[in-house]
């Protein structure tokens, strides 16, 4: 059974802390991500890893920074954290190649800053 | 660039019955792939069905179908006999063929009544 697991399900930080938030998927994807979702807004792509050390920026990468050491792990690094990046942040991580590309996600990480 | 559109934030439907959720996208593209992704609350994004724009036969997994119009740019799920645990966030989220990257619409909510 595939699983894409995330370090915390809640967190609470305060405003400029550095904030960790990792992922780890055991499906041997090529392809990590991280989206961040607010009501009303669906999911925005912060950024994305196609392979260890590679990744793009997404849609809204302001304030964020992530690192991919291992292809099976993808952390998201807030590095001084603000009351506007409080939301649910999700992992996911797909094959590079292979039908449609599905996406798996983790259950998210709620981040409250305070 | 490319959006989705859901232009219904909630719906509600009896245990039973059948229920359409609509999704429009814009793009200039004429090979992509079409997702509905569903959300439980409190539980992870899971794909619930796919469609590529080059087939032209709509696809179906069990209860769910989907009616893809590709000269409307139009995706809907339809979702029949209705189950208590059909309840959660629709996502419907459109990729380029050349690339992994999914755009996603923001949401709706689907409420079952038993």
């Known amino acids: 059974d595939v699983k894409v697991t995330q370090s915390s399900r809640y967190l609470v930080k305060r405003t400029g802390e550095k904030v960790f938030l990792e992922c780890v998927q055991d499906m041997d994807h090529e392809n990590m991500f991280w989206y961040r979702q607010d009501p009303g807004l669906g999911l925005r792509l912060i950024y994305f890893?196609?392979?260890?050390?590679?990744?793009e920026k997404g849609d809204i990468p302001e304030g964020y920074s992530v690192s991919r050491e291992k292809k099976e792990r993808f952390s998201l690094i807030l590095e001084s954290a603000s009351t506007n990046q409080t939301s649910m942040y999700l992992c996911a991580s797909s094959r590079f190649s292979g039908s449609a590309y599905e996406q798996y996600f983790g259950p998210g990480t709620r981040l409250t800053v305070t | 660039a490319q959006t989705v559109t859901q232009s219904q934030p909630e719906m509600s439907v009896q245990e039973a019955e059948t229920v359409t959720l609509s999704c429009t996208y814009d793009?200039?593209?004429?090979?992509?792939?079409l997702f509905w992704y569903k959300q439980p609350p409190s539980r992870q994004m899971i794909l619930v069905i796919r469609q590529e724009a080059y087939k032209q036969q709509n696809a179906t997994e069990n209860r769910f179908s989907v009616n893809f119009q590709k000269a409307a740019k139009s995706f809907s799920l339809k979702i029949s006999d209705s189950q208590l645990g059909d309840a959660a966030m629709y996502f419907c989220?459109?990729?380029?063929?050349?690339?992994?990257?999914?755009?996603w619409g923001a949401g709706t909510k689907l409420i079952i009544k038993p």
């Open positions: 989220a459109y990729r380029r063929d050349s690339n992994y990257q999914l755009i």
């Open positions: 793009t200039s593209e004429s090979d992509y792939y």
């Open positions: 890893s196609y392979d260890v050390k590679m990744k």
